[in-house]
């Protein structure tokens, strides 16, 4: 997923439909168990003496429910919108409001912000359902398939002392 700035910047059009393996991308991460490879559909053209880059990403992941540990299974699409310029030619305004990235050399590799998008967009608290109760803090019971009969009472450890205060 290499661009050629100055063959772009003279109107060349390059578009990348291809999958990318992830896969080590997010093997550090303990709530993927197992991930798709990344579908890219992107469109690069010169655009008033920049490279903007169009497209998106699509992912399929099966993942760890953050309340139950159940495997459950996310869809990411990811938009892709950037820009890029000829570091010579980016003027600090540009670099600070982040409407530009810089690109120093002749060629431009994509991958990097490709993979930089997609992980900023995994879920950050998979959930398998939205009214997924979760395990039972003190016996590991999924709640989801039953009460457990743990007693859920709360008492902040500030005024357990008063607990038994009124009790004869």
């Avoid at 359902?129 to 979760?134: L, P």
Wanted: net charge negative; with cysteine; glycine share 6%.
């Amino acid at each position: 997923m290499n661009i050629h700035m100055q063959e772009t910047l003279r109107g060349k059009t390059h578009t990348f439909d291809t999958e990318l393996d992830v896969s080590s991308l997010v093997d550090g991460r303990p709530d993927v168990i197992r991930s798709s490879p990344l579908k890219v559909r992107l469109e690069a053209r010169a655009e008033s003496k920049a490279v903007q880059v169009d497209g998106g990403l699509d992912i399929d992941l099966e993942m760890s429910c953050s309340r139950c540990l159940k495997p459950t299974a996310a869809h990411v699409a990811v938009p892709f919108h950037e820009q890029f310029k000829p570091a010579s030619s980016v003027t600090t305004a540009e670099v600070e409001e982040d409407e530009v990235i810089p690109v120093d050399g002749e060629w431009l590799n994509l991958q990097p912000y490709v993979e930089q998008a997609l992980l900023l967009e995994l879920p950050f608290a998979p959930l398998c359902s939205e009214d997924c109760k979760g395990l039972c803090a003190k016996c590991g019971s999924d709640l989801n398939e039953g009460e457990c009969g743990c007693s859920r009472e709360v008492i902040d450890p500030r005024l357990a002392g008063l607990k038994d205060f009124f009790k004869s």
